[in-house]
C-alpha cells in the first residue's frame, strides 16, 4: 500500500444532501479494507473560486482525501471518478515517503 493525496471538485449546485452522497461514494471507492485505520481522511475545503471556467462553472467545492491505496487498484479508481458527472476534476497525487 502507497499513500496518495487524491483532490476532487464538486459541481457547486448540487444540494447539501447530494454532495454527501457523492462524496460517500468517492470514500468508498478509496477504501481498501475493513478496519477503521484504513478509511481515508477528508479535508473540506469548501466552496472555492477556480482560476479558470469548468463546465461554465466559476466555483466548485473542494474536498482532498488522504488515502493508503493499493497501486494496481489506482485505474480502478480513476474509472469510477472518470465517470461521475457532478465531478469537475480530480487529481490522484502519490506522497513521497
Given at each position: ?18 454532495r ?39 466555483q ?15 485505474g ?22
Open positions: 500500500m502507497r499513500e496518495y493525496e487524491v483532490t476532487v471538485i464538486v459541481q457547486p449546485n448540487l444540494d447539501e444532501s447530494a454527501n452522497d457523492l462524496l460517500e461514494r468517492v470514500v468508498g471507492w478509496l477504501t481498501h479494507g475493513e478496519s477503521e485505520g484504513d478509511k481515508p481522511v477528508a479535508n473540506h475545503w469548501g466552496m472555492r473560486q477556480m482560476a479558470y471556467m469548468i463546465n461554465k462553472h466559476k466548485g467545492y473542494y474536498v482532498m482525501y488522504n488515502a493508503k491505496l493499493d497501486p494496481a487498484r489506482i480502478d479508481t480513476e474509472q469510477n471518478l472518470r465517470y461521475v458527472e457532478d465531478l469537475l476534476r480530480f487529481l490522484i497525487v502519490r506522497k513521497e515517503g
